[in-house]
């Protein structure tokens, strides 16, 4: 990724991120107390208390270890979690500081505190999540071979970025995007006149709370108008780490409740990308006339003139508008699910519902 400029996604976060999939308690930052603060807010939306160990000048002199000891007896003493991360970050990595052994001389009776072993500079952000993970299950936090199938699955990631992604352009400037009307009145002219409109969701974590939306604006559109439709999505609730499998749950749930039939379910919430040649398989069953792809577009390999993509990222936007792809940006969207248990409403969604009186 050496020959990629424009920012991307810190392993730290994705430590960050990847403990609170397995359901920690507490996440101690060792480090300044700005280190990640971005990330910080909303993870503690997600329910996850995030707190640091606020390294000042002295500490990168004389060793941060006081500084951590007192922040994780603090935590200890307010929060009575049972289980506590400590993530290393750019500066405790620099001086060399021994996140194990300071965390072996505070007593922190039953509750399990581990270290996760990450810094900022590592090449790509998968690493952070992957060392995450190793710690985890070194920590009896997860099974083994959960760390080993996530490895694989981060890996495989890792190269769709580099292949098709954010990852394989030099610099990308974030994009603006297109207004939604005319994607919605496409997907809209398509069911009127009896055609076949299929929505495949590869989505990401927490945000297919808010693409998972789709299904039931088309499905209610073509309910109103005609057509037919195929709805397959990354929602198997019996894979992925814990917190993952729950979105899924949530997500089938609603979307039960309201009516909306699935017909494809295709791997996990982490299997974004190793899922597409199956996707694309099932949806080609179907044979549509339009197929609008939402979360990680580029992780469906039929993408062509036939298909509207809905992303979150403006860059990736950016990456699809150059490749001359119909695709819309949900701007903002990973800091309304935060937190989430039920599905959140996404402006292409509500579009197609106010284009269709619905």
């Given at each position: 990724?050496?020959?990629?400029?424009?920012?991307?996604?810190?392993?730290?976060?994705?430590?960050?991120y990847t403990a609170r999939d397995?359901n920690?308690?507490?996440i101690?930052m060792?480090g300044?107390?700005?280190?990640?603060f971005?990330?910080?807010?909303?993870?503690e939306?997600?329910?996850?208390?995030?707190?640091?160990s606020s390294?000042k000048?002295?500490?990168?002199i004389?060793?941060?270890?006081p500084s951590?000891?007192?922040?994780?007896?603090?935590?200890?003493e307010r929060f009575?979690?049972?289980?506590i991360?400590?993530i290393?970050t750019c500066?405790?990595?620099i001086i060399?500081?021994?996140?194990k052994?300071?965390?072996?001389?505070?007593?922190?009776?039953?509750?399990n505190?581990?270290?996760?072993?990450?810094?900022?500079c590592?090449?790509?952000?998968?690493?952070?999540?992957?060392r995450a993970?190793?710690a985890g299950a070194n920590?009896?936090?997860?099974p083994?071979?959960?760390y080993e199938r996530q490895?694989?699955?981060?890996?495989?990631a890792?190269s769709?970025?580099?292949s098709?992604?954010?990852?394989?352009?030099t610099?990308l400037?974030p994009?603006?995007s297109?207004?939604k009307?005319?994607?919605?009145k496409k997907?809209s002219e398509v069911?009127a006149?009896?055609?076949?409109?299929?929505?495949?969701?590869?989505?990401k974590?927490e945000?297919?709370y808010?693409f998972?939306?789709m299904f039931?604006?088309?499905d209610?559109s073509?309910k109103?108008?005609g057509?037919?439709?195929?709805?397959a999505?990354?929602l198997?609730k019996?894979k992925g780490?814990?917190?993952?499998?729950?979105?899924?749950?949530d997500?089938?749930r609603?979307?039960?409740?309201?009516g909306?039939?699935?017909d494809?379910i295709i791997?996990g919430?982490?299997?974004?990308?190793?899922?597409?040649?199956e996707?694309?398989?099932?949806?080609?069953?179907?044979?549509p006339d339009?197929t609008v792809?939402?979360?990680i577009c580029h992780?469906y390999?039929?993408?062509d003139?036939n298909?509207?993509?809905?992303t979150?990222q403006?860059?990736?936007?950016?990456?699809?508008?150059?490749q001359?792809?119909?695709?819309?940006g949900?701007?903002?969207?990973h800091?309304?699910?935060?937190?989430?248990h039920?599905?959140v409403?996404?402006?292409?969604?509500?579009t197609l519902?106010e284009?269709n009186?619905?």
């Open positions: 990724m050496s020959g990629v400029f424009h920012p991307r996604p810190n392993p730290i976060v994705a430590a960050m397995m920690v308690d507490v101690v060792h300044p107390a700005g280190c990640s971005m990330a910080s807010r909303p993870l939306n997600a329910g996850v208390r995030v707190v640091t390294m000048d002295n500490d990168l004389f060793g941060g270890g951590l000891e007192k922040a994780l007896k603090e935590s200890k009575s979690p049972k289980t991360a400590v290393g500066a405790s990595t060399g500081d021994d996140i052994a300071i965390i072996g001389r505070v007593d922190l009776g039953d509750t505190c581990f270290a996760i072993d990450c810094h900022g590592m090449d790509n952000n998968t690493e952070g999540a992957i993970l190793r920590a009896g936090i997860i083994k071979e959960e490895t694989k699955l981060l890996k495989a890792t769709l970025e580099k098709k992604g954010m990852a394989g352009r610099y400037s994009a603006q297109p207004t009307l005319a994607v919605c997907i069911l006149k009896g055609g076949k409109v299929a929505v495949v969701m590869i989505a974590k945000l297919a808010r998972a939306d039931e604006a088309v209610s073509c109103k108008l057509g037919s439709t195929f709805f999505a990354n198997d019996n780490l814990p917190r993952i499998r729950g979105y899924c749950e997500i089938l609603d979307l039960d409740n309201a909306v039939k699935m494809a791997g919430l982490d299997e974004y990308a190793v899922i597409g040649e996707m694309a398989k099932a949806v080609k069953g179907f044979g339009l792809v939402l979360g992780g390999p039929a993408l003139e298909c509207i993509l809905v979150d403006p860059r990736e936007l950016k990456n699809y508008l150059d001359g792809f119909s695709a819309v949900e701007a903002g969207s800091g309304m699910v935060m937190g989430a039920s599905i409403n996404l402006e292409t969604a509500q519902r284009l009186g619905l």
